[in-house]
């Protein structure tokens, strides 16, 4: 059957085949009914006897014919959804650069966005990034944050000091409330991890003490990082119980190294974690733990 016959055939066959006549009393030749079986995606064809006569039905029984009637029948546009249409945003002009719908905690110029537990921010801002001063303490979003998609670059000092968890450590925590006693969030380990041996859940791009990295991405030390994370904050009944946990996604450097993957409760650096009832929305805070790791470029998107 050459390419136009078949696509006559294509055209007029799904009016014959549905005709009550054919479809319902068959067809009196084989070759007919596998023409038909062929259009209909289906093999074979299976034999009936009507008033004493055979006829042929395409398909191997009644039962996949029945249901490829039924597909037949179904128009495009029976699955078609066109609402709610996807809000237009603007993308950033190149890799890194935010979007027309992003908060902007960061962008070199001020730390309006940022607070401290004894105050404004004490950390040191030069050019386009901000350095942790040491012993300051932890650095806080002023605005809660559940779900969001957060873009961060950072920068381990140059000068080599230390080794393991001793080397260019800070941390990116979700939902860390201000003022609360010991390990409450949701830490993305910062350290350099390049060339330095540690505990694989507690590298660079861990979820400290919970999943390991799936692998070490880290550039040079003195060189700009960037982590891109998705976090799906956990969900609580009213009364504490836990009705969903968190989840998050990091790609590091461009590559992904924790593919949504479930947090087990907040991550501590003693002892197992656990979950205890949160608001659904809290800062972001980045951890002071006593070396001079730098930040810039930071926006957020709430999902």
């Known amino acids: 059957m050459n390419f136009f016959i078949k696509l006559i055939f294509l055209l007029s066959f799904p009016f014959i085949i549905y005709s009550q006549s054919q479809s319902d009393n068959g067809l009196k030749d084989r070759d007919s009914a596998l023409n038909y079986a062929y259009y209909l995606n289906c093999s074979g064809v299976f034999e009936k006897k ?67 537990e004894n105050g404004e921010p004490k950390w040191s801002l030069k050019d386009d990034y901000m350095t942790v001063k040491p012993g300051s303490g932890g650095l806080y979003t002023k605005k809660s944050f559940g779900d969001c998609q957060l873009h961060i670059e950072f920068r381990t000092p140059s000068q080599i000091k230390g080794e393991g968890q001793g080397r260019g450590n800070s941390g990116v925590y979700f939902m860390q409330e201000m003022g609360a006693k010991g390990d409450v ?80 409760g907040a991550t501590r650096y003693i002892g197992y974690p656990s979950y205890k009832k949160d608001n659904k929305k809290e800062p972001i805070m980045l951890q002071d733990h006593g070396d001079l790791v730098s930040y810039r470029n930071i926006w957020i998107r709430e999902l």
């Open 185 to 264: 969030g949701y830490e993305v380990q910062v350290l350099d991890s390049y060339e330095n041996r540690t505990y694989s859940n507690g590298q660079a791009s861990s979820i400290y003490k919970q999943h390991i990295p799936l692998v070490n991405a880290s550039k040079k030390p003195g060189e700009w990082q960037t982590y891109d994370i998705f976090f799906k904050a956990p969900l609580f009944d009213e009364k504490g119980k836990l009705l969903r946990p968190a989840y998050i996604t990091v790609i590091h450097n461009g590559v992904l190294v924790q593919n949504h993957v479930q947090i087990q």
């Open 50 to 116: 009507i008033d004493g006569i055979i006829y042929f039905f395409p398909c191997k029984d009644e039962e996949e014919l029945q249901i490829k009637k039924i597909q037949m029948q179904v128009r495009p546009e029976v699955t078609e959804v066109w609402d709610p249409e996807p809000k237009i945003i603007t993308p950033g002009n190149s890799y890194g650069m935010p979007p027309s719908d992003a908060i902007i905690l960061f962008d070199g110029t001020n730390l309006d966005s940022w607070i401290q």
